[in-house]
């Protein structure tokens, strides 16, 4: 064999070397994708609110030796981690005494709280949570709260 004819023999075994390389890296680039594919319905599985009973929208106030129990509605809160940091920031008030609970739905968290009825909740929250925060409404069974996180106020709020 003559020089040209070994050059194109190893051309030819170097382009079927590549294309089956490249072959391999496609099939494990789709592997990628549908294993991203199914990480990306399970967050959003998870972060699905769930569905919430029509009806009232929280429990009563009642006062009881413990303290006084009411519904707490905290909104902005688009991510999991952001309801996470509101729930540590008021389990660690000095005025709530209990967390019965907490439900989200869509940007918004409902926490059951039992509380010390001498406390002043939202002074404790406003020097806790690490936003500013805004009183919408305030009723005997109900504070709902906005927080301005950087980005701004919601378009809701």
Do not use: Y
Not at 30 to 41: I, Y
């Amino acid at each position: 064999m003559d020089d040209a004819s070994e050059e194109s023999a190893t051309d030819q075994e170097t382009i079927e070397s590549l294309r089956l390389s490249v072959a391999a890296l496609g099939r494990e680039v789709q592997t990628l994708v549908e294993k991203v594919s199914a990480l990306t319905r399970s967050v959003e599985a998870l972060s699905r609110p769930s569905a919430r009973p029509a009806g009232p929208r929280g429990p009563v106030t009642t006062e009881t030796a413990e303290g006084k129990q009411f519904s707490l509605v905290v909104s902005p809160l688009p991510e999991l981690a952001m309801v996470a940091v509101a729930e540590t920031s008021l389990r660690g008030l000095p005025s709530v005494r209990r967390m019965a609970g907490v439900t989200r739905d869509g940007d918004e968290a409902r926490f059951a709280l039992e509380v010390d009825p001498d406390g002043d909740l939202v002074e404790e929250m406003r020097n806790a949570m690490p936003v500013e925060l805004e009183v919408e409404s305030s009723s005997g069974d109900e504070l709902v709260i906005s927080l301005e996180w950087v980005w701004g106020r919601s378009a809701s709020a």
